[in-house]
Structure formats: structure tokens, C-alpha cells
């Protein structure tokens, strides 16, 4: 087992580990919610998409959408877990107003437990442990308006959006670790398409569970553990992370040792974005309170053996293992590799266009350069891309076969993109084929000697630039046709060594 990281308090000289978990909820992508019919939708009118079951009303019978389970089974396969071998739901009873029926559907014990899921920190590897995940459902949405600051309004489109909550081992120490954990779990789910991860829209939501053990003269003192929620970006977690660090440090030095005897109380904060501080919300008592009890309206499920068999073949290689094979296959950057990592279709697309390449290094150059520029401004994804990949191979194969230059390829990829045609059809359509015939060339190269007697002067006088202007106008004058290779060879050799070489 790795030693926990000790830390130093510089102000007071105390040593101390940070101690954080995550919880994540993380939306599924579906058409229903997760118990009812009703559309799984972001935003809209308030309340217009809701039902009886997911209003909780009496005599509702909820019922378990299947895209639920094979979220769950995916997920769980993705992170090594076990898969139970049978489902079922619990009610978890609290009182909350944008719980409508006074309890929530979810699991207990979960479909999946243990796992692990592997991240880069700093350039180097960590393995962060799972204590499992399982399935849920969402809670409506408390609307606070500043005008009217002792009104709470409740929007319950969201209660019942299918959730995978995913718990982490408390084996996080820095704000560092949990950035990398969330970001790694976000490209996960984005990757198994069971989620568009997106933390603004509240479809991706870490709650970091931390405290602090501080080392002082031979004792180790636990600080109580706080829940921080409403984190809606990799920064405001890191913030959040720093700032309840620094507080519950300082918390121990006013009250000394008298937190020892705490440590048991667990509160929740929540993140104050503009403030740049956690603020007090709650505090939370034993798990008994929630009085969980088996949901009587769903039955206990059987899991298949094959249909878990098959969902994990679907699973296919992982991001940081495709990141890791794309660097040592193809030689690309780690900016490469982490931006053709974004999607499944992108790492796709890429490897059908480097298969037939002769330089993979400069097909993810147009990928990720002049492509993507494209697909943003047309906003449309990578799947209907105007340019197909066997016509970006050809197109990078051309410009180092050296049939046409750099600035005619772009001329060429501005048209295929208009035109969807091959390379090899608009270079030829454009009259763009490089000239490599010795005599057409040499003849150009003798009328730029003649018309510059100023240039060769300078030349035979050692100056450099006088060869680099007359190759430029030797090119204009081909209309950018000559092959640059044989026109600096056969320039040089009509021009004779330069004396100051």
C-alpha cells in the first residue's frame, strides 16, 4: 500500500494528509428517465415533463428502463468491477423540497463493486480505487431567484433522469489527484456513450468527501469529514479542495485537540464560486436515518452472465490506453494524443486516415488544425466531416510525395471541403500538378538569372538571402508548379558555387 503524502503547514510548522473521496453523479443518456416515460430531456418549461411515478403520486407503478442497467453494466465492465449476479432498488427516505415523494429510488448494496479506474497525475500514473457504483434517480431542481430571496421554486423535470452514482475509495490527497479522477472518469462515460458529461448542465456532479489527519507531537488528529457539493468545473473542484484544506486546518488550530472527539460529525458545505469559500449547509446524521427499506413496486432482476459478456466487449480500449499506444505507434505529442482521445469517432476517423499515410505526425496536424477548424464553424461532428479520411490521407501523401506544396494543399482542402472531391481530382482540376522536367525548369532558372543581375551580384559576393530570393522567384514565375527539390538543385548548379560558402 503507497504511503500517504505528508504535507507542511509552513505558518505553523504542522505536518498533515489530505483525505479525499468522490461521489459522482453522472446522467444518463436516454430517451425516458428512469422509471417512467416521461422524455430525458436537459432544460425546457419548468414542470412540463413530468408524470405520476415521477411525481411520486399515489397508485403510480414505476417501472425500470433497461438503458439504466446496461449504463450501469458498461460502466462497471470499463472500471474492472464486479457485476452483481441479481438488481434490485431501495427507497431512501428523506425530506427535501425537490424530492416530490419524500423518498429516493436507488440501490443498496450496488450493481457494481470494487474497481479501479487509472489517471495520469503530473505525468505520472496513479491508480484510484472504487468502492463500487449503482443506479439511482435524479431529484427535481430548486430555483432561487435574487429578487425574491425568501421564495424557493421547484422545477421537477429533472426528478427521475436515470443516475449512476460512482464512489471513489478515499485514496485522492490533493486537489491535483481529484482533478485528474473526475476529468479521467468524465472521458470514461464520454468514451462508453453513456453520457455527454457535461458538468454545466449538471450532467456530471462530484460531491468531494475530505479531511485532514494533522501530525502533531506524536498524535495523528482527524478533522470531521465535509461533503462539498455544487462544484461545476475542474476548477471550482480544485478550489474548493484548496480552500476546505486550509479551513479545516485552521479550524484545528483555534479548537486544538478538541476535534479529535469530533471526528464522527459529518457536514455538508456547499461551494461558493464568487465568495471562493464552502459554506455551511447541513448536518448529516447515520445512515439510518434514511430508513432504506426494498422498494415493494420493483422486483429483484436477474443479470445475465452473456448480456454482461457482451456489454463489456463493447467496452473497447480506454483512452489513456489508446493516448499511450497513439505516442508510441505514430509519434505524436501528448496535445495530440489528449485531443484525438476526445471521442470514440475521433480516434476513429484518425486511425483510418494514418493506416495508408506516409507521415502520421502531419495527418494529425490537418486533424486537429484545419479539419476541426472546419467541423466547428459548420458545427457538425467529426461522423459528417465534409472530408473523408481516405481523402486527407491522399491529400497528406500528395504534399510529401512533393506533387504540390504546402500552400497549394490548403488551396486544394479549402475545395474538397466544398466539394467533397479527391485530392487527386482537384489538383488536377486546379492545374496544380508540380512541374519536375529538367529543361522547363532549367529555362526558368536561366530568365531569373538574367533578370536579376543585382541578386547575382550579391550572390557571388557570399550573401545567402541572394539564393532564397532568386529560388522565390524562380517559383512565381512557375506559378508555384516547379518541384521546390529539383528547382534548387538545378538553380544552383546554373549558378555556380557560391564563393562565400
Known amino acids: 500500500m503507497n504511503k500517504i503524502p505528508l504535507q507542511h503547514d509552513e505558518a505553523t510548522g504542522l505536518s498533515y494528509e489530505t483525505i479525499i473521496g468522490i461521489e459522482t453523479h453522472v446522467q444518463v443518456l436516454s430517451i425516458s428517465k428512469a422509471f417512467c416515460p416521461c422524455e430525458n430531456r436537459y432544460g425546457g418549461l419548468p414542470n412540463s415533463r413530468v408524470c405520476p411515478i415521477c411525481l411520486g403520486l399515489p397508485g403510480a407503478m414505476p417501472r425500470v428502463n433497461s438503458r439504466l442497467y446496461e449504463a ?3 460502466a462497471g465492465a470499463a472500471f474492472n468491477s464486479t457485476v452483481a449476479e441479481s438488481i434490485s432498488f431501495v427507497r431512501k427516505n428523506y425530506m427535501y423540497p425537490d424530492l416530490t415523494k419524500g423518498y429516493q429510488i436507488t440501490q443498496n448494496p450496488q450493481i457494481c463493486q470494487g474497481g479501479h479506474l487509472d489517471v495520469m497525475v503530473n505525468n505520472q500514473p496513479k491508480r484510484i480505487g472504487l468502492i463500487g457504483l449503482h443506479m439511482e434517480e435524479d431529484v427535481g431542481k430548486s430555483l432561487h431567484l435574487d429578487d425574491e430571496p425568501n421564495t424557493v421554486y421547484i422545477d421537477y423535470n429533472r426528478c427521475g433522469t436515470p443516475l449512476l452514482e460512482i464512489v471513489s475509495q478515499p485514496c485522492m490527497h490533493s486537489g491535483d489527484e481529484a482533478v485528474a479522477y473526475a476529468m479521467g472518469l468524465r472521458e470514461i462515460v464520454r468514451h462508453l456513450e453513456i453520457s455527454n458529461g457535461d458538468m454545466e448542465e449538471g450532467s456530471l456532479r462530484c460531491d468531494a468527501n475530505i479531511n485532514v489527519r494533522i501530525h502533531h507531537e506524536g498524535q495523528i488528529y482527524a478533522t470531521p469529514i465535509a461533503e462539498i457539493k455544487n462544484m461545476n468545473s475542474f476548477k471550482a473542484i480544485r478550489r474548493a479542495i484548496d480552500f476546505e484544506v486550509r479551513r479545516q486546518i485552521d479550524a484545528w488550530k483555534a479548537n486544538g485537540i478538541t476535534l479529535k472527539d469530533k471526528e464522527g460529525i ?4 456547499n461551494w461558493d464560486d464568487k465568495l471562493g469559500q464552502t459554506v455551511f449547509m447541513r448536518s448529516k446524521g447515520p445512515l439510518d436515518d434514511y430508513r432504506f427499506f426494498v422498494d415493494p413496486d420493483l422486483p429483484c432482476t436477474l443479470v445475465s452472465k452473456d448480456w454482461v459478456k457482451e456489454l463489456s466487449a463493447r467496452v473497447g480500449e480506454l483512452p489513456l490506453q489508446t493516448r499511450i499506444r497513439l505516442k508510441e505507434q505514430y509519434g505524436l505529442s501528448d496535445f495530440d494524443c489528449e485531443t484525438i482521445t476526445q471521442s470514440r469517432a475521433l480516434v476513429a476517423y484518425y486511425e483510418k486516415a494514418v493506416s495508408g499515410a506516409k507521415n502520421p505526425k502531419k495527418i494529425a496536424n490537418w486533424l486537429l488544425s484545419e479539419l476541426m477548424a472546419v467541423l466547428k464553424e459548420k458545427n457538425v461532428d467529426i461522423e459528417h466531416s465534409p472530408v473523408t479520411a481516405e481523402n486527407l490521407t491522399a491529400l497528406s501523401n500528395v504534399v510529401e510525395e512533393g506533387q504540390i506544396n504546402g500552400k497549394q494543399a490548403k ?38 538569372i538574367a533578370e536579376n543581375p543585382q541578386a547575382i551580384e550579391d550572390y557571388r559576393n557570399g550573401k545567402d538571402n541572394a539564393l532564397k530570393y532568386l529560388m522565390g522567384q524562380l517559383m512565381k514565375k512557375s506559378k508555384g508548379k516547379a518541384k521546390p527539390d529539383s528547382a534548387s538543385k538545378i538553380l544552383e548548379k546554373e549558378l555556380g558555387p557560391c564563393p562565400g560558402k
Open 72 to 74: 450501469a453494466i458498461l
Open 266 to 269: 459529518k457536514t455538508t458545505r
Open 411 to 448: 488551396e486544394v482542402f479549402e475545395e474538397m471541403v466544398k466539394t467533397g472531391q479527391s485530392p487527386q481530382e482537384l489538383i488536377k482540376d486546379l492545374g496544380l500538378s508540380q512541374v519536375d522536367d529538367e529543361q522547363a525548369i532549367r529555362a526558368l532558372a536561366l530568365e531569373v
